[in-house]
């Protein structure tokens, strides 16, 4: 069974925004600090930004920093990345794990962005 599943990409024009999901199934996201990962083909995996379950505190890559949000929703166990004022070199494939990563990845879900 696939614990880790992310939706939520498509191919959007610059500048405009998206917001990913990532549910997990088997529910293990509690106490846990989560974040979002994303790849581009011949690129290791990178780290985009954390978040403590608790939601007090939050982490982001430099390029994530005024215009990625990462929140999460407890009743549904769901971590959220919403992505504003999107650029051609955010085209990835963006992954959730917890943090550090030590879960299956899922598929991930693309996103591309157009210039």
């Known amino acids: 069974q696939v614990q880790l599943v992310e939706s939520g990409g498509e191919l959007v024009q610059a500048g405009g925004s998206l917001t990913l999901a990532c549910v997990d199934s088997?529910?293990?996201?509690?106490?846990?600090?989560l974040g979002w990962f994303r790849q581009t083909p011949g690129k290791e995996r990178e780290f985009v930004a954390s978040i403590r379950w608790t939601g007090l505190t939050t982490h982001y890559n430099y390029f994530a920093k005024d215009r990625f949000t990462i929140s999460r929703d407890f009743g549904v166990s769901t971590l959220f990345l919403h992505m504003n004022n999107l650029k051609p070199e955010d085209t990835a494939i963006y992954y959730c794990?917890?943090?550090?990563?030590?879960?299956?990845w899922g598929q991930g879900t693309q996103v591309t962005v157009s210039s």
């Open positions: 088997k529910g293990t996201f509690n106490n846990y600090r």
């Open positions: 794990n917890r943090d550090p990563p030590d879960l299956t």
